[in-house]
T-cell receptor
């Protein structure tokens, strides 16, 4: 059984640029949730994808967007990067019926 | 809104028992999770409570009181590898998790 994987592991961008982060869900899981974790804070919910559609969104602006593919993998896109977007981005996969969310290793994004 | 409170840091001795508390006020409740997170790594699942009472899993136990909006995680026979942040998370609608800031536990010899 393969766990949740994310790529890349680290990324450095400059303000105003765009970034795409990728996540492959755990075998048997059809739902992917994305979280942002700033240093010293708990993860903050960005959005969730199920059946290739957004299924709930946290308090993040529209420049945060996502996709889910037929194989349940997912992408997080962030446009017009700001310094405050520097954080660890975590994805978690689960079953849609309220199963436990299992996290990937995260992508650490630094915006200069 | 979601409000989940945890103490920020505690220090304990190897072999001891430590209790990590979590209080919550959330719009919706569908279970409470505890995750362990080592520095720079992903959170790993420890335990889940949806009904009141104690769930035991080896050295880790978790307790929930829904009427009091309160949970704790009990770590027994502390080991150096238990030094980590412990995150309390409430599942609120659509299977989204609302996290506390985490409690940093430092285990000393």
């Amino acid at each position: 059984e393969t766990g949740v994987t994310q790529s890349p592991t680290h990324l450095i961008k400059t303000r105003g640029q765009q970034v795409t982060l990728r996540c492959s869900s755990q075998s048997g899981h059809n739902t992917v949730s994305w979280y942002q974790q700033a240093l010293g804070q708990g993860p903050q919910f960005i959005f969730q994808y199920y059946r290739e559609e957004e299924n709930g969104r946290g308090n993040f602006p529209p420049r945060f967007s996502g996709l889910q593919f037929p194989n349940y993998s997912s992408e997080l896109n962030v446009n017009a990067l700001e310094l405050d977007d520097s954080a660890l981005y975590l994805c978690a996969s689960s079953t849609h019926e309220g199963g436990t969310q299992y996290f990937g290793p995260g992508t650490r994004l630094l915006v200069l | 809104g979601q409000n989940i409170d945890q103490p920020t840091e505690m220090t304990a001795t190897e072999g001891a028992i430590v209790q990590i508390n979590c209080t919550y006020q959330t719009s919706g409740f569908n279970g409470l999770f505890w995750y362990q997170q080592h520095a720079g790594e992903a959170p790993t699942f420890l335990s889940y409570n949806v009904l009141d009472g104690l769930e035991e899993k080896g050295r880790f136990s978790s307790f929930l009181s829904r009427s009091k909006g309160y949970s704790y995680l009990l770590l027994k026979e502390l080991q150096m590898k238990d030094s980590a942040s412990y995150l309390c998370a409430v599942r609120v609608g659509n299977n989204r998790l609302a996290f506390g800031k985490g409690n940093q536990v430092v285990v000393i010899p």
